[in-house]
């Protein structure tokens, strides 16, 4: 049987740590949120750390606020979802970010719906190598 051990000068350059939920906003964030007729989010994405972030994760929620929550008409139109955005901010790195909605918000007279988005997650790497300049 063979044991395999990295070294530090052998092990993967690229390896995610994992952030404490409470430092996610303060450490990448989404800024000058902008929402469209249509439910489309515009904003800001903002790498405040000191280390190169990617596969920024975005959660949108669309709650439907009733005009009589006593009476509440039928089916809920809210629901909430998850955009993994593809990309890598270098420290302090800054970029313009697009997401839509899953699909069209209704239109109805016993409501509206109230629009937000946050950073829930990302990955955070650990060592730069002379390839991520």
């Known amino acids: 049987m063979t044991l395999w051990v990295a070294r530090p000068d052998t092990a993967h350059a690229r390896t995610p740590d994992v952030v404490p939920a409470i430092d996610m906003n303060a450490a990448v964030s989404l800024s000058e949120i902008k929402v469209g007729t249509d439910g489309t989010i515009e ?3 903002r790498n405040n750390t ?3 972030v990617g596969d920024v994760e975005v959660l949108v929620e669309y709650a439907w606020i009733w005009v009589n929550d006593f009476n509440p008409g039928d089916g809920d139109p ?8 593809p ?3 270098a420290p302090g790195a800054s970029m313009p970010v697009n ?3 899953l699909h069209p918000l209704v239109e109805r ?3 509206r719906y109230l629009i937000s988005a946050k950073v829930v997650g990302y990955t955070r790497f650990r060592w730069v190598t002379p390839y991520d300049q």
């Open 43 to 45: 904003g800001t994405l």
């Open 50 to 52: 000191g280390r190169k």
């Open 78 to 85: 809210g629901y909430s979802t998850k955009h993994t955005l």
């Open 87 to 89: 990309v890598e901010l």
């Open 99 to 101: 997401i839509t909605p």
């Open 109 to 111: 007279d016993d409501g």
